[in-house]
Structures are given as structure tokens and as C-alpha cells.
């Protein structure tokens, strides 16, 4: 379904696309295919790179596929992004970094 749905943004031009998902894996050829041709026609995408702090940060696929923004929450306060969806905690300001 996922793949699915990327083709889906593809063939009806989607101009922004938002996934809240992530994962160590690599994608294989037919999802980087898939990120190619949306980065290509010119839709940004945007993928959680994950809240895995206490586990050293590993690498976040979709997150990491090229020309792909990576997001994670980045609090003033020393609260893990997974703590802050859990208790409601709203931050009015992000920092981007490319």
C-alpha cells in the first residue's frame, strides 16, 4: 500500500509529501525508483528520521534516501521528540538543518 500511495503522489503531482514513518532497512529499487521520480518532478519530501537517541541515532530510511528532508523534533529542553509526542509538549520553533 505504501509504494502504492507513492505512485499515487507521482501520478497526480503532489507537491508535498509528508511521511511519519522510518525504519533502519534500505529501500530496495522499485521505493528508491519511486523517491527518485518524486524528488525529480519536484515534490519535496519530508520523513521522520526517527527518535531512537538512546540507541545511538541509526540511520532512518526514508529519511536518508537523497533528496529526501529529513525531520526529527529538536526541543530547547533536554526532552526526547518520542517523551514530547507522548505528553503533548508543543515547541512554536524548529531549527532546519541541510
Known amino acids: 500500500m505504501y509504494l502504492r500511495a507513492l505512485a499515487d503522489c507521482i501520478d497526480e503531482d503532489i507537491d508535498v509529501v509528508n511521511l ?7 529501500p530496495d529499487a522499485q521505493e528508491s525508483a519511486l523517491f527518485e521520480k518524486l524528488t525529480r518532478k519536484g515534490s519535496v519530501v519530508v520523513a521522520a528520521m ?3 537517541r538512546e540507541q545511538g541515532s541509526p540511520t532512518s530510511y526514508p529519511a536518508a534516501i ?33
Do not use: D, K
Open 50 to 52: 526517527g527518535n531512537e
Open 66 to 98: 537523497p533528496g529526501v528532508l529529513a525531520w526529527a523534533g529538536s526541543p530547547s529542553t533536554p526532552i526526547t521528540a518520542s517523551a514530547a509526542s507522548t505528553c503533548g509538549v508543543y515547541w512554536p520553533s524548529a531549527t532546519l538543518a541541510m
Open 20 to 26: 511519519s514513518i522510518g525504519g533502519p532497512a534500505a
